[in-house]
T-cell receptor, first 113, second 113 residues
Framework: EADIYQTPRYLVIGTGKKITLECSQT?????MYWYQQDPGMELHLIHY???????EKGDLSSESTVSRIRTEHFPLTLESARPSHTSQYLC????????????FGPGTRLTVL | SQQGEEDPQALSIQEGENATMNCSYK?????LQWYRQNSGRGLVHLIL?????REKHSGRLRVTLDTSKKSSSLLITASRAADTASYFC?????????????FGKGTKLSVIP
């Protein structure tokens, strides 16, 4: 099991709410990622970070934002949640390049009513 | 954009049988990785094979890579009920897009006790 944690595991909220999905890792990895995955589908990269104060958008356009103030912490925020944001959100990290082994957290399943 | 594509989409076998899953991709790669995802959980890294390697083993797992056909296969020998999961291939592309892994839609494996 990788030392990467996500909270909450499940979240059901109403439209318009602001939410933050937490992701922390204790491996000291510089590189961290957020993926979005719909049931039975592939993962899509929505954000990544190569280190403190570094954040970039991934291939899949997302209304969420991220921050990287500390190496171990990479939270994702939705200012105003909508039903279209309903999905599973997976956080991952890697020690070296993004193209090497990635370690995943257990995911947060978000449902917006 | 999707790079790896797994085949079959779903596979059901009896415990003790071997399971073979295939992955095809479109562009040149640096490496190809296989991950396992149990229902509702994060991904777990299984094996990484580099573009200059043809075959790799890890326990009951055997991965092959044919860069001329742009394809890879994952063989799980003597399957167990605990192997029931979705299996994803992920490609690390060379050149453009090489900052990320690109995941396929996965093969859903069911091992019947």
């Amino acid at each position: 099991e990788a030392d990467i944690y996500q909270t909450p595991r499940y979240l059901v909220i109403g439209t318009g709410k602001k939410i933050t999905l937490e992701c922390s890792q204790t491996m000291g990895h510089d590189k961290m990622y957020w993926y979005q995955q719909d049931p039975g589908m592939e993962l899509h990269l929505i954000h990544y970070s190569y280190g403190v104060n570094s954040t970039e958008k991934g291939d899949l356009s997302s209304e969420s934002t991220v921050s990287r103030i500390r190496t171990e912490h990479f939270p994702l925020t939705l200012e105003s949640a909508r039903p279209s944001h309903t999905s599973q959100y997976l956080c991952a990290s890697s020690e070296t390049a993004a193209t090497d082994t990635q370690y995943f957290g257990p995911g947060t399943r978000l449902t917006v009513l | 954009s999707q790079q790896g594509e797994e085949d079959p989409q779903a596979l059901s076998i009896q415990e003790g049988e071997n399971a073979t899953m295939n992955c095809s991709y479109k562009t040149s790669i640096n490496n190809l990785q296989w991950y396992r995802q149990n229902s509702g959980r994060g991904l777990v890294h299984l094996i990484l094979i580099r573009s200059n390697e043809r075959e790799k083993h890890s326990g009951r797992l055997r991965v092959t890579l044919d860069t001329s056909k742009k394809s890879s296969s994952l063989l799980i020998t003597a399957s167990r009920a605990a192997d029931t999961a979705s299996y994803f291939c992920a490609t690390a592309n060379s050149g453009a897009g090489s900052y990320q892994l690109t995941f396929g839609k996965g093969t859903k494996l069911s091992v019947i006790p």
